[in-house]
C-alpha cells in the first residue's frame, strides 16, 4: 500500500517532471525540525566552520571504478543585513535531460582540472560568477549520480554580494536567489521513500514559490544546512542516496514522468 507524502504546500511548488515510482511514502522530517530557530544558526562563521577550506567530502564508492568527475559550484553570499542566501539555477527546458530542474551551477570536470577549477568554470559559462569573485571554502561530501555511474563533488564558495549575472540561455532559464531562511521556514523541506527493499531510498524536496527544488541539488542542501546548524543528518544512505545502487542500475520499471 502507498502512504502519500503531504504534496507542497498552496503556493509552492513548480512544474518539474519528477519520475515517482509506483511505490513510494512519506519519510523522515527536516534534520533541523526540533530547533527553536533554525534561521538563528545561520552565518558566515558558521559556514565557514561547518565547511573549512580544504575540507574534502566523503568519497562516492564509484570514484575507485574509474567513473566520471562532475563538480558543482553551491555560491553563498550575504545581504547587507548578514543574512545569507544561495544561487540556484533553473536549468533550460531545451536540455536533452533534467530539462527545467533546479541545479547548482556545474558540469563535467575537464581533464586536468581541479574540483575547484571546474565548479568555477562552470559558474562563470553558465551564469556569468566572476571567477575572481569567488573564495572557494571545503568539499560537502560526494554524490553518486543515480542513472549513470557518475559522481559530483560539491564545492562551497563564497561571494562578497548578489552577484551580478549573464545567463546562457542555452543552459539556463532562470537564476534562482534563495534565503537560507526560506529553505528552513516551516513545511517547505519533505522527504519521500522511493521503492522498497533495495530500491528504497529518500529522496529531498524543497518547495519555494514557482519552483521545486529536489533529487541531488536538494540532498546537496539538506546536507549543506545540517553542517552549519550541527544537526545529525545521517551517514552516506542519506546524504548520498544512490550510493548503494549496484553498476548495472537502471530506472526500475513502473516509474512515472509525473508533474508535481
Same mark, same amino acid.
Given at each position: 500500500m502507498?502512504?502519500l507524502?503531504?504534496?507542497?504546500?498552496?503556493?509552492?511548488?513548480?512544474?518539474q517532471?519528477?519520475p515517482?515510482?509506483?511505490?513510494?511514502?512519506?519519510?523522515?522530517?527536516?534534520?533541523?525540525?526540533?530547533l527553536?530557530?533554525?534561521?538563528?544558526?545561520v552565518?558566515?562563521?558558521?559556514?565557514?566552520?561547518? @565547511?573549512?577550506?580544504?575540507?574534502? #567530502? =566523503? !568519497?562516492s564508492?564509484v570514484?575507485?571504478?574509474g567513473?566520471?568527475?562532475? *563538480?558543482? %559550484? $553551491?555560491?553563498?553570499?550575504?545581504?547587507?543585513?548578514?543574512?545569507?542566501s544561495?544561487?540556484l539555477?533553473r536549468?533550460?527546458?531545451?536540455l536533452?535531460?533534467?530539462?527545467?530542474?533546479?541545479?547548482?551551477?556545474?558540469?563535467?570536470?575537464d581533464p586536468?582540472?581541479t574540483a575547484v577549477?571546474?565548479?568555477v568554470?562552470?559558474?562563470?559559462e553558465?551564469?556569468g560568477?566572476?571567477p575572481s569573485?569567488?573564495?572557494?571554502?571545503?568539499?560537502?561530501?560526494?554524490?553518486?549520480?543515480?542513472?549513470?555511474?557518475?559522481y559530483i563533488?560539491? @564545492?562551497?564558495?563564497?561571494l562578497? #554580494? =548578489? !552577484?551580478?549575472?549573464v545567463?546562457?540561455?542555452?543552459?539556463?532559464?532562470a *537564476?534562482l %536567489? $534563495?534565503p537560507l531562511?526560506?529553505?528552513?521556514?516551516?513545511e517547505v523541506?519533505?522527504?519521500?521513500?522511493w521503492g522498497?527493499?533495495?530500491?528504497?531510498?529518500?529522496?529531498y524536496?524543497f518547495?519555494?514559490?514557482?519552483?521545486?527544488v529536489?533529487?541531488a541539488t536538494?540532498a546537496?542542501?539538506r546536507?549543506l544546512?545540517s553542517?552549519?546548524?550541527e544537526?545529525?543528518?545521517?551517514g552516506?544512505?542519506?546524504n548520498?542516496p544512490?550510493?548503494?545502487?549496484p553498476?548495472?542500475?537502471q530506472?526500475?520499471?513502473?516509474?512515472?514522468?509525473? @508533474?508535481?
Amino acid at each position: 500500500m502507498t502512504h502519500l507524502p503531504p504534496g507542497p504546500p498552496p503556493g509552492r511548488g513548480g512544474p518539474q517532471r519528477i519520475p515517482r515510482p509506483a511505490e513510494f511514502s512519506a519519510g523522515s522530517p527536516a534534520p533541523w525540525a526540533d530547533l527553536a530557530d533554525p534561521v538563528a544558526g545561520v552565518s558566515l562563521d558558521a559556514v565557514r566552520a561547518a @565547511v573549512p577550506p580544504g575540507r574534502v #567530502g =566523503r !568519497p562516492s564508492p564509484v570514484e575507485s571504478d574509474g567513473a566520471a568527475p562532475s *563538480a558543482v %559550484l $553551491v555560491p553563498l553570499f550575504p545581504a547587507e543585513d548578514g543574512s545569507l542566501s544561495v544561487l540556484l539555477t533553473r536549468r533550460s527546458w531545451n536540455l536533452r535531460t533534467h530539462k527545467g530542474e533546479v541545479s547548482f551551477p556545474g558540469g563535467r570536470t575537464d581533464p586536468g582540472e581541479t574540483a575547484v577549477q571546474a565548479a568555477v568554470r562552470e559558474a562563470f559559462e553558465e551564469v556569468g560568477v566572476d571567477p575572481s569573485s569567488v573564495e572557494p571554502l571545503g568539499e560537502l561530501d560526494h554524490l553518486t549520480t543515480v542513472t549513470r555511474r557518475a559522481y559530483i563533488v560539491p @564545492v562551497v564558495g563564497l561571494l562578497p #554580494g =548578489r !552577484p551580478d549575472l549573464v545567463l546562457n540561455t542555452d543552459e539556463v532559464d532562470a *537564476a534562482l %536567489l $534563495v534565503p537560507l531562511s526560506e529553505l528552513l521556514a516551516s513545511e517547505v523541506f519533505r522527504e519521500e521513500r522511493w521503492g522498497s527493499g533495495e530500491w528504497s531510498r529518500p529522496v529531498y524536496f524543497f518547495e519555494l514559490v514557482g519552483d521545486t527544488v529536489w533529487g541531488a541539488t536538494a540532498a546537496l542542501l539538506r546536507q549543506l544546512l545540517s553542517r552549519v546548524l550541527e544537526v545529525e543528518h545521517g551517514g552516506p544512505d542519506e546524504n548520498d542516496p544512490a550510493h548503494m545502487a549496484p553498476t548495472d542500475y537502471q530506472i526500475p520499471p513502473g516509474f512515472e514522468d509525473e @508533474v508535481v
